[in-house]
Nanobody
Framework: QVQLVESGGGVVQAGGSLRLSCAASGHSFRVFAMGWFRQAPGNEREWVAAVTWDNGVPYYRDSVKGRFTISRDNAKNTVFLQMNNLRPQDTAVYYC?????????????????WGQGTQVTVSS
């Protein structure tokens, strides 16, 4: 099992930036991809972005393209989410997740391990 710990959330004004980090640990850490999801009050948890672990290919939901950047540091088993030009509708708890199987990178149920989440609040 992989343990995931997120950090970097906070309160920011619209147009501001935040950088989330997710540190992974566990015996023989091997994943296909790492992803970020978010959940706003009353909403389903939705996929935001993902990156394949071996070759670093990023994927984004349409609403964050051009504003968010996902990256990873393989040596430190850490994945990042740089969020720029934040909007009030980005307000949510952000979760890091690890996916061992290949493919279906945007499907929540295909992720195996989850962090505890970090709150991001964007004020207008």
């Amino acid at each position: 099992q992989v343990q995931l710990v997120e950090s970097g959330g906070g309160v920011v004004q619209a147009g501001g930036s935040l950088r989330l980090s997710c540190a992974a640990s566990g015996h023989s850490f091997r994943v296909f991809a790492m992803g970020w999801f978010r959940q706003a009050p009353g909403n389903e948890r939705e996929w935001v972005a993902a990156v394949t672990w071996d070759n670093g290919v990023p994927y984004y939901r349409d609403s964050v393209k051009g504003r968010f950047t996902i990256s990873r540091d393989n040596a430190k088993n850490t994945v990042f989410l740089q969020m720029n030009n934040l909007r009030p509708q980005d307000t949510a708890v952000y979760y890091c997740a690890a996916k061992k199987s290949v493919g279906l990178i945007a499907i929540r149920s295909h992720y195996d391990d989850w962090g505890q989440g970090t709150q991001v609040t964007v004020s207008s």
